[in-house]
């Protein structure tokens, strides 16, 4: 089969289109036909670092391999078809058009994968697009994992999120709106349409407006993108306000730790876990039309480095999406 091979860290140039081995499933295994999957940053981190903080940049590289990459074929969202179950798989069926993710074992930049049945797998309804499905459970998951966990985001209540026009700001700022918050966003001007028709009250041009001299203070302030500081925000805040941070530094968990003991104003922050439950929840939001994916741009399985080199820059809208054809 053909993959999207990481062997070495360094220019998106490393990554090569490669002919490996079909894998094969094993007992509790279904085998995955892949049509689509996408280039997060999590994995920009993964294959040099990206935006891994410079206090975690050392145990990363410890994590993932120091000298040279322990994983070679990156992508953690995908949508496909099943093509083969293993003898004791009893929840899927060949034939089944499923999405999800393999989460941290990562594979999907290829065109096929085996995961567990228990998985975090999901069945993709009939009119939902393979792209759609796959832009769904990372970002979808992390922005869930900060409104309705960590924030506990409610009715009356008013959100900021910083770097809303992102894949994870995308799905923050619908599911703020769908539990009834007060949405203001903060993107550039050439993504403020686009947030407010996601469900935003109000949008701010971080090139023009600095929030944080304004005299709005909010219940909880989100930053995606790790653009800003609690310190920073911390006027900005309510009262018994939430600071969420989706970036974490080895200074910003001290100040986590140090907010619960001290003060009304707290620092939240920390690693979502994707689920099947998550991914059914999400599925009943964008059948009701309560929420969308929003995709930026798609690229064949060949030009994998080039969606890596645009996520790279830091200003996409949404989610990158890679295409995986299949020559029968």
Avoid at 57 to 70: L, M, S, T, W, Y
Avoid at 274 to 293: A, C, D, H, Q, Y
Avoid at 294 to 306: C, F, G, H, K, M
């Amino acid at each position: 089969m053909k993959a999207i091979v990481h062997t070495k860290y360094g220019s998106p140039d490393e990554l090569q289109l490669k002919e490996v081995k079909k894998p094969i499933p094993k007992d509790n295994e279904v085998l995955i036909r892949i049509y689509a999957t996408t280039v997060t940053t999590t994995d920009c981190n993964v294959r040099n670092f990206t935006f891994v903080p410079g206090s975690f940049r050392f145990p990363a590289r410890i994590h993932f391999g120091f000298r040279k990459p322990k994983i070679n074929i990156l992508g953690i969202d995908l949508a496909g078809e099943i093509e083969a179950v293993g003898k004791d798989v009893k929840l899927f069926k060949k034939g089944d058009r499923v999405f999800g993710s393999p989460g941290t074992n990562f594979g999907g930049h290829a065109e096929y994968i085996c995961i567990s049945e228990d998985g975090v797998l999901a069945i993709k309804p009939a009119n939902m697009t393979y792209e759609e499905a796959a832009a769904i459970p990372l970002a979808g998951n992390t922005a869930l994992f900060f409104i309705r966990d960590l924030g506990k985001v409610r009715a009356g209540q008013k959100i900021l999120i910083h770097g809303a026009s992102g894949a994870i700001g995308t799905y923050a700022v619908q599911l703020a709106r769908y539990y009834g918050a007060e949405v203001t966003g903060v993107c550039s001007a050439t993504n403020a349409e686009m947030v407010k028709s996601l469900g935003a009250d109000k949008v701010i041009d971080y090139t023009k407006e600095d929030f944080t001299k304004s005299d709005e203070t909010y219940d909880v302030i989100f930053d995606v993108v790790g653009k800003i500081t609690f310190s920073q925000c911390k006027s900005s805040l309510k009262q018994k306000g939430i600071y969420l941070e989706n970036m974490l530094g080895l200074q910003d968990i001290l100040k986590i730790i140090w907010t619960s003991i001290i003060g009304s104003k707290k620092i939240k922050g920390g690693v979502s876990t994707e689920s099947v439950e998550n991914l059914n929840f999400f599925l009943e939001l964008i059948e009701s039309g309560k929420l969308k994916p929003v995709i930026d741009r798609s690229y064949p399985l060949e030009q994998t480095a080039e969606a890596f080199k645009y996520v790279e820059k830091g200003h996409k809208k949404g989610t990158v999406v890679i295409t995986v054809g299949h020559n029968d």
